[in-house]
């Protein structure tokens, strides 16, 4: 009985003890539940806060004269002094609008009444005399664009596709009635022989009329590939033995590049003068290749001939500013690198006119910056 008594005993005690336990775990339970419930309730307070002051700060924004205010009625009736120092302050901004848009076109006007200078200063200014090879891609990526960026130089190009130096036979030499859009033709126009009309429809006649060409400091021709391609134009009207050809001057590759320069020299004697020669080039045939630059001769030399015969025209006048960039040889253009800087085996390709252009504005630059 006593052991009966015991075990009775402990399962009561174990029991008892078990109801505690889950007491405990209650109340513990309870407690998490009860922290948890005030945290959810602090959050949403601070978040209704927030939300209020963010309603607030709306409103305010929304009642400022810059965006835009409500009427009174709009606002659900509010007091009329509110409404009406909102209306003061509305017609206040509409007076002080006009008076700023007044002030903005008395500005204007004395913007147009004094003209301003070109807003970039440039450090030279360059005339370009060329053919196509000047005349393609007159944009970023030109050659005469390339050598404005390269040099900061103000750049006018008056160069046209498909020209020559020479007069082509048949194109007579009077300035009365004078017509060709050769080499000579373009000085002439420039220095007012000739009626410059010929020039018409031609960026060359815009430029014409625009350029001040007395402020410039280098006349760049480029001149050679249309003259030797003609195959009627000789390089010179002297005969390498002695004697001469029975042929006017201005009508040879050399006697052209010699008077324009000449002209332009005693028009504007404190400019420079840069000849550039013709480049490499492939000839074709349609799809068959007929010769290059040293091999290909329509019986008036070979291309490599007449730009021997451009340098030898600036040499003759080195003392006057005259200076040669052999672009046959040192614009990187060859036999070797014609399929990434020729496109038709004449005209340059964009590598071709970077490359063409880098030389050019390096010569150019170390003439007008001699101390560097």
Request: with cysteine; proline share 2%; hydrophobic share 40%.
């Amino acid at each position: 009985m006593r052991k009966g008594k015991q075990n009775g005993s402990a399962l009561l005690l174990t029991v008892l003890i078990g109801f505690c336990i889950l007491a405990i775990i209650e109340i513990i339970y309870g407690q998490a539940q009860i922290r948890m419930e005030r945290e959810r309730l602090a959050l949403e307070e601070e978040n209704n806060q927030t939300v209020q002051e963010l309603k607030a700060e709306w409103n305010q924004l929304k009642g400022a004269p810059s965006v835009g205010t409500e009427s009174a009625e709009e606002a659900g009736g509010e007091q009329s002094g509110i409404a009406e120092a909102e209306k003061t302050l509305t017609n206040t901004n509409a007076d002080t609008k006009v008076q700023d848009q007044a002030s903005e076109s008395d500005n204007l006007l004395q913007t147009a009444a004094v003209p301003t200078e070109d807003e970039h200063q440039y450090d030279m200014q360059i005339v370009f005399l060329g053919d196509s090879i000047i005349d393609s891609d007159r944009e970023s990526g030109g050659v005469a664009a390339l050598i404005s960026s390269a040099c900061n130089a103000k750049v006018y190009n008056m160069a046209m596709g498909g020209t020559t130096a020479a007069l082509m036979l048949g194109e007579d030499a009077d300035f009365p009635t004078w017509d060709s859009r050769s080499l000579m033709g373009v000085v002439n126009a420039i220095l007012g022989n000739v009626d410059g009309s010929f020039l018409d429809g031609y960026r060359a006649g815009e430029i014409l009329k625009e350029c001040d060409f007395s402020k410039t400091d280098y006349f760049v021709i480029e001149y050679g590939v249309n003259d030797f391609l003609t195959g009627q134009i000789y390089q010179s009207k002297y005969l390498e033995g002695g004697g001469e050809l029975a042929v006017d001057s201005l009508h040879t590759y050399s006697g052209a590049l010699s008077a324009a320069v000449d002209q332009l020299h005693t028009a504007f004697p404190d400019a420079g003068i840069l000849i550039i020669a013709p480049h490499y080039c492939q000839f074709y045939n349609g799809e068959t290749f007929v010769g290059d630059a040293y091999s290909l001769n329509y019986g008036y030399g070979t291309l490599v001939e007449f730009a021997r015969t451009a340098g030898y025209v600036a040499e003759q006048r080195k003392e006057d500013h005259v200076f040669f960039y052999n672009a046959m040889e040192e614009s990187g253009i060859d036999a070797y690198t014609a399929d990434k800087y020729l496109k038709d085996g004449v005209h340059l390709t964009a590598e071709g006119r970077a490359a063409y252009a880098e030389y050019a504005s390096r010569l150019i630059k170390a003439d007008f910056y001699p101390e560097e």
